[in-house]
């Protein structure tokens, strides 16, 4: 990203950077740079790797600047990469600035803190007035208000990263109870305000005195009383009660001056909001520190157990006897404790599937405990002729075992057992503990249970560490004729998770098909047929005679329908389903979200459902394991709007001839070509560790950054350059003339 950032700067100024060093950034994945002119003047550059969150931001930068409010001007941006450039309001947060008065004048609380403070919050309802004016909610992310939704989030964020992983006891039901009366408390208040959402000593920058702001694309329309609160219970900042209670006298008066609001009114749900600030707070450092293992965030535990038992001092806002039980807790164990939280190691939990004919597996921890679950009580799916070839992954078995009423009964059991040996094993500090279930050949019913447990592991014990093995995979008896569809000849036979086919593929296949107008709108994409076979069908074909054994799907729209027909059709290989409920994320944001469906043992072959090669891929592939690239893009020279570059190093940029914009992520080498991207891509396993990007992107903007990274992205331009795509009404209409009638072998044009 370094060149990427470099080239955006040339464009922007006219000239590149004299010089380009990395900022640090404080518990964000984002990154910064500081560009710095011939002139001494500097810009900073940013990263993020959140589409949403960068769109949400940048419309949010100029939206309050253009409202007079001192948050940094953008310069420019390239939202494709994930990149801008930005005023840099320097080095000095209000948090550094109070650590080094604190050093230079012990004892007080320093007088010159105070009055950054005290300038801080009389700009703060200026903010949160002028601010809900100027920006569009409908950007706001996650949720344009903070709503009943938005604080069951964050109540839940408390219970699950911090009440679990910290082992504090409650009832879970009165908790809840609890929850929903604490909300309904909340939404009394007046909620026409920006709520900056993450108002903290961190995100304020001190340059020539004057406090400017940053990090406020968490931004949504909600209540005052939560940013004046995060402020004032800032867990670091650890700000003494009189100091509190000045601030926000001071910050009252402001905000009087500013909305005409009433103090009586704003003060009666202000107490319930620092309550709900402190929770959310809590819970992220006990997902930092204890589910991330990363000791720093646990320092502020302390400090907020000792706000929380001045909260308990002065009496909860409302009744709220089981939040009431918890704190107490908290308090009780935390408040006075005088040296720093160490994460625990943690439980880690082997689940594995086996046959009987091998016997159960043995326990490598030195342990020897834990449980092996016989599932051959239960009707065998193996001696159905249709389900025999399958393995317990599949959809088909799924709902051929969960058709049983004792399958619900079998798993209440197991469930039952191994929560009450995780919760007490956690208690006790065991580092491990295995969970076996065995079947007649390890295949089916087993292979079920253990992925449905490893799953059930995750969600409800998030701060379990879960690893999964199927001993028999080697052995399982793999379908090894699969009938065609309809009208469609033959493809070579093949075998499920064989050997011999080690590469992973994914049909991209989420898409809304909105400029196929009212036939995108009823059928997906993937079910509409060309020469008389589904798309989908079509490039299962094609991945299936590259030697693909197991093939994830992408759905969103119609997903249900794309479900339905993946599970009563046999498409040559294992196929899993990665579902994408709330939005498309685009197929870099698929990519991410499908990550651990893959096995991981050999290439990964991406291909867009819309889409249909002249040539097959077998040969891309060949080409990607000689070159040792990190993916190969199969390219073509055709006439299009938008190009990417590649030199003799591989991809160095892009270039959108329509809107004449041209983006070099790093300087060219040799000869440059610009090629059209086909929309079929093989890339090596470990490109899934290297995604930093989330929400919803282009793969393009993925390929893009990594090359700035210096990682090689090659192209292979087929001899056979035919390729159609269905995308809208007329390419539909050529694809299907131009196929005439069923391929005569997979992925190849008639």
């Not at 219970?159 to 679990?164: E, G, S």
């Not at 209670?245 to 500013?258: G, Q, S, T, V």
């Not at 799916?381 to 249709?386: L, Q, S, V």
Request: aromatic share 10%.
């Amino acid at each position: 990203m370094r060149n990427a950032i470099i080239s955006l700067y040339t464009h922007a100024f006219g000239q590149a950077p004299q010089s380009i060093e990395r900022i640090a950034a404080d518990g964000s994945q984002r990154v910064y740079w500081r560009l710095r002119a011939e002139d001494g003047r500097t810009v900073v550059g940013g990263f993020g790797p959140d589409s949403d969150e960068n769109r949400t931001f940048l419309a949010y930068s100029r939206a309050l600047r253009a409202a007079d409010l001192p948050v940094p001007e953008i310069y420019a941006e390239d939202q494709n990469l994930g990149l801008w450039l930005m005023e840099d309001l320097g080095d000095t947060t209000l948090f550094a600035a109070l650590s080094a008065a604190r050093r230079a004048e012990p004892g007080e609380f320093p007088a010159s803190a105070l009055a950054h403070y005290e300038r801080v919050v009389e700009m703060l309802p200026r903010i949160q007035s002028r601010g809900a004016e100027a920006v569009d909610f409908a950007l706001a992310y996650p949720r344009p208000a903070f709503d009943e939704q938005s604080m069951l989030w964050d109540l839940n964020y408390f219970k699950y990263h911090f009440l679990k992983l910290a082992h504090v006891p409650f009832r879970e039901q009165p908790l809840e109870d609890d929850f929903c009366r604490l909300v309904q408390h909340l939404l009394s208040a007046d909620t026409d305000y920006f709520l900056y959402r993450d108002f903290q000593s961190r995100n304020i920058m001190l340059r020539g005195g004057e406090p400017w702001f940053v990090d406020y694309q968490g931004g949504r329309r909600g209540a005052a009383q939560y940013d004046i609160a995060s402020l004032l219970y800032d867990g670091k900042a650890d700000l003494p009660d009189s100091v509190r209670e000045h601030l926000l006298a001071h910050y009252l008066d402001a905000f009087e001056r500013e909305t005409g609001g009433d103090r009586a009114r704003f003060m009666a749900c202000y107490p319930g909001y620092v309550l709900i600030r402190i929770m959310q707070a809590m819970g992220a450092y006990g997902y930092r520190g204890f589910f991330e293992r990363k000791p720093r965030f646990l320092e502020s535990v302390p400090h907020q157990a000792r706000n929380i038992a001045g909260l308990l001092a002065k009496g909860l806002p409302i009744e709220l006897p089981e939040i009431e039980r918890a704190f107490r807790h908290i308090v009780a164990e935390w408040a006075e404790r005088p040296r720093p939280i160490e994460p625990p190691k943690g439980l880690r939990v082997h689940v594995a599937s086996f046959s009987y004919r091998d016997g159960a597996p043995s326990d490598d921890s030195g342990n020897g405990g834990g449980f092996a679950f016989d599932c051959r009580s239960l009707s065998n799916p193996g001696r159905r002729p249709e389900l025999s070839g399958r393995i317990g992954t599949d959809a088909a078995i799924a709902s051929f075992l969960e058709a049983l009423p004792e399958t619900e009964h079998f798993w209440r059991h197991v469930c039952d057992l191994v929560d009450a040996h995780v919760n007490n094993f956690r208690e006790r500090h065991f580092t491990d503990f295995s969970v076996a279930f065995g079947c007649t050949g390890g295949q089916h019913r087993s292979v079920y249970f253990a992925e449905r447990l490893t799953r059930w592991l995750s969600e409800r014990h998030p701060d379990v560490t879960v690893d999964l093995r199927h001993t028999a995979e080697a052995r399982w008896k793999l379908a090894g004729d699969f009938s065609p569809p309809t009208g469609a000849t033959a493809a070579p036979p093949a075998r499920r998770r064989a050997d011999d086919r080690l590469a992973d593929g994914m049909i991209f296949a989420a898409g809304l098909g909105t400029r196929l107008g009212e036939l995108g709108a009823t059928t997906p994409k993937a079910l509409l047929e060309v020469g008389g076979v589904t798309m989908l069908e079509r490039t299962a074909q094609a991945l299936v005679a590259a030697g693909v054994g197991r093939i994830v799907v992408n759905v969103h729209h119609q997903a249900e329908a794309i479900e339905r027909f993946i599970a009563s059709h046999d498409l040559g290989a294992e196929v899993v389903v990665s579902r994408e409920s709330e939005h498309p994320l685009e197929t870099g944001g698929g990519l991410w979200h499908a990550r651990e469906l893959f096995r991981r043992t050999g290439p990964i072959v991406l291909h867009n459902v819309d889409v249909i090669l002249g040539a097959g891929l077998v040969g891309l592939l060949d080409v990607h394991r000689a070159s040792g690239a990190l993916a190969t893009l199969v390219m073509h020279e055709r006439e299009t709007q938008r190009y990417l570059l590649f030199d003799e190093d591989g991809l160095f940029g892009r270039e959108n001839r329509a809107k004449g914009e041209r983006t070099e992520v790093r300087p060219p080498r040799g000869a440059v070509h610009a090629l059209a991207f086909a929309g079929v891509h093989v890339c090596s396993p470990g490109l899934l560790g290297l995604i930093t990007e989330r929400g919803s992107f282009p793969i393009t903007a993925l390929w893009l950054r990594l090359a700035a990274e210096g990682h090689a992205i090659r192209p292979w331009v087929p001899a056979d350059g035919q390729w159609l795509e269905i995308g809208n009404p007329e390419r539909l209409a050529a694809a299907r003339a131009t196929i005439d009638r069923p391929a005569a072998a997979p992925g190849t044009l008639r």
